[in-house]
């Protein structure tokens, strides 16, 4: 029997209300700046980049399951833009103790299974929410962030759960959801 190696990534998805606002900045960005690699994915905070999983899928969501039952919802702040120039901008996210504890405890058990980023491991975790990056002309990006930059934005709500994304051909779609535990 072939092995059936698909490519997935784990991340926090906001309310659907805070999805549509974000997805609506994302196809300004898709029609005024020809930037639309940001809407082949819900929006979303990443917490492990995207790996490859060659192994049965029922093992990484009881994994994943396991370790979010172990989890309390966490509060998340969006707050204005930021930029990693010259290709992306995104909405910012407030590091707070609880977010950066998710991920490192994410990241920490995605090991225990054979998941490793090599740059995560070099790189400090940046949480963001993506509204345009890759196919952005630096002269694009330029543009951009000057209307972008001072712009004001501000959400909060509470993660309840870890989703799970797969890679469908040229889109990311929910696979699975991760409900944390309700009282730790």
Not at 1 to 20: G, V
Not at 138 to 145: E, G, S
Request: aromatic fraction near 12%; glycine fraction near 4%.
């Amino acid at each position: 029997m072939a092995q059936i190696t698909n490519r997935y990534f784990i991340a926090l998805l906001p309310p659907l209300e805070i999805q549509t606002f974000v997805r609506d900045i994302q196809q300004h960005f898709a029609e005024s700046y020809s930037s639309r690699g940001a809407l082949r994915s819900p929006p979303h905070i990443t917490l492990q980049p995207p790996f490859f999983w060659t192994d049965d899928i029922k093992r990484l969501e009881n994994h994943l399951n396991n370790f979010a039952q172990g989890r309390s919802p966490i509060p998340i702040a969006l707050d204005g833009f930021g930029a990693f120039s010259p290709r992306v901008i995104y909405v910012d996210v407030r590091k707070s103790l609880e977010l950066l504890e998710l991920q490192a405890g994410l990241m920490a058990q995605c090991e225990l299974v054979g998941i490793i980023d090599p740059v995560s491991k070099t790189r400090p975790f940046a949480p963001h929410m993506t509204v345009a990056f890759r196919d952005l002309t630096r002269q694009n990006f330029k543009a951009a962030w000057a209307q972008f930059q001072q712009q004001q934005l501000y959400f909060e709500f509470t993660a309840t759960d870890l989703t799970l994304l797969l890679h469908k051909g040229k889109q990311w779609n929910i696979h699975a959801i991760f409900p944390f535990a309700a009282n730790n």
